[in-house]
T-cell receptor
Framework: GEDVEQSLFLSVREGDSSVINCTYT??????LYWYKQEPGAGLQLLTY?????DMKQDQRLTVLLNKKDKHLSLRIADTQTGDSAIYFC???????????FGKGTTLSMSS | EPEVTQTPSHQVTQMGQEVILRCVPI?????FYWYRQILGQKVEFLVS????????KSEIFDDQFSVERPDGSNFTLKIRSTKLEDSAMYFC????????????FGEGSWLTVV
């Protein structure tokens, strides 16, 4: 069935770039998304990419999409303490409105 | 900035009881959703609702669950005869259209069934 996979943890030093990777299975997804969840908070839409695009840049965020390999990545430049959160990759199910989420990648700062 | 609001933020209920989780979607949105996240697991789609009827639902959304938009502003999820495994964070979301890029989530209602 449809599935979205992500690594569970990523630790980076403040100021470095973070790259969070995701693989998905539904090739009919129209959009792919990155959501951020801070402790005790809801899911915040960070950015999304339309399936016919390869790349989207939005300030410190860069999304790369490799449709052939069904691979999506989120790069956060100059990672700050406030970026510590869980990042969820999501795809739309069969071009509908339901979102299929990954398990989330916990981004933390290392000293 | 407009937001989706959910109540209660946390509810503890006894097994077998009925629970109603409430949501106020963003006012000009037309599509409404419920998702759930069992602790340590993925966020899972339950149901989407448009034009006063269910437009999509997952296998999880069986006869135990129902949704309603009783008064044009609230969107509710009713869980009948709760089980221990219904313990989860339930997220409401809404969107302006069906493209998915305008889906906004509430902060969630944490349900604990004891």
């Amino acid at each position: 069935g449809e599935d979205v996979e992500q690594s569970l943890f990523l630790s980076v030093r403040e100021g470095d770039s973070s790259v969070i990777n995701c693989t998905y299975t539904d090739s009919s997804s129209t959009y792919l998304y990155w959501y951020k969840q801070e402790p005790g908070a809801g899911l915040q839409l960070l950015t999304y990419i339309f399936s016919n695009m390869d790349m989207k840049q939005d300030q410190r965020l860069t999304v790369l999409l490799n449709k052939k390999d069904k691979h999506l990545s989120l790069r956060i430049a100059d990672t700050q303490t406030g970026d510590s959160a869980i990042y969820f990759c999501a795809e739309t199910y069969q071009a509908g409105t339901a979102l299929i989420f990954g398990k989330g990648t916990t981004l933390s700062m290392s000293s | 900035e407009p937001e989706v609001t959910q109540t209660p933020s946390h509810q503890v209920t006894q097994m077998g009881q009925e629970v109603i989780l409430r949501c106020v979607p963003i006012s000009n949105h037309l599509y409404f959703y419920w998702y759930r996240q069992i602790l340590g697991q993925k966020v899972e789609f339950l149901v989407s609702f448009y034009n006063n009827e269910i437009s999509e639902k997952s296998e999880i959304f069986d006869d135990q669950f129902s949704v309603e938009r009783p008064d044009g502003s609230n969107f509710t999820l009713k869980i009948r005869s709760t089980k221990l495994e219904d313990s989860a964070m339930y997220f409401c979301a809404s969107s302006r259209d069906r493209t998915g890029n305008t889906i906004y989530f509430g902060e969630g209602s944490w349900l604990t069934v004891v």
